[in-house]
């Protein structure tokens, strides 16, 4: 079976998107499956420079903005507008359905942009809401392993 390399972006301020990416990466990250994890702090366009297979995962602040650590990394795909035709990713979007109208739009905006730059985002977006009581990251280890079997096929129906 062909490894499959996954750069897992987070977007944070308080630390649930982070632990949420930890139970994810070790759920996925075996000899099949090679995680690499990431804080978005720091970050711009460039991270997808070579393309390949990435999770996003980040909450949502303020008036349904991305978090302060993934600010610069969204602006720069906006401003530099990249050819991410290379680029295959699946979201986790955490946010709290109290914020009714901008409800997870931290992860919904990463998806727009990245789509719009041409990149193939496999599967639903996952939402969690904070206000529901489940857990994220026990929803995100549940979803994660349909994802990583939709990026199978797709690897194997391109190979
Ligand atoms: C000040 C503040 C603003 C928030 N704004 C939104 C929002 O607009 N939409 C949303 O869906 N969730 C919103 N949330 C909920 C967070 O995204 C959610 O609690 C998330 O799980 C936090 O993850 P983090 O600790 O990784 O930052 C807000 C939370 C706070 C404290």
């Known amino acids: 079976m062909q490894v499959l ?43 997808f420079a070579d393309g390949g297979l990435f999770l996003i995962c980040t909450s949502t602040y303020g008036q349904g903005d991305v978090p302060d650590n993934a600010k610069q990394l969204y602006e720069s795909l906006r401003s530099a507008r990249p050819d ?42 996952m939402l969690h809401d904070a206000s529901a009581g489940t857990m994220p990251e026990e929803i995100a280890v549940e979803w994660v392993g349909g994802w990583i079997a939709l990026c199978r096929k797709e690897v194997s129906l391109t190979a």
């Open 5 to 47: 390399q996954l750069t897992l972006l987070v977007g944070t301020m308080t630390g649930t998107a982070q632990l949420v990416a930890q139970e994810v990466e070790l759920t996925l990250d075996d000899g099949d499956t090679r995680v690499r994890t990431q804080p978005m702090d720091g970050l711009d366009a460039g991270v």
């Open 84 to 125: 991410l035709s290379k680029v295959s990713y699946g979201v986790i979007a955490l946010g709290d359905r109290t914020y009714a109208e901008t409800f997870c739009n931290g992860g919904k905006r990463f998806d727009a942009v990245l789509a719009e730059l041409g990149a193939r985002r496999i599967g639903d977006i």
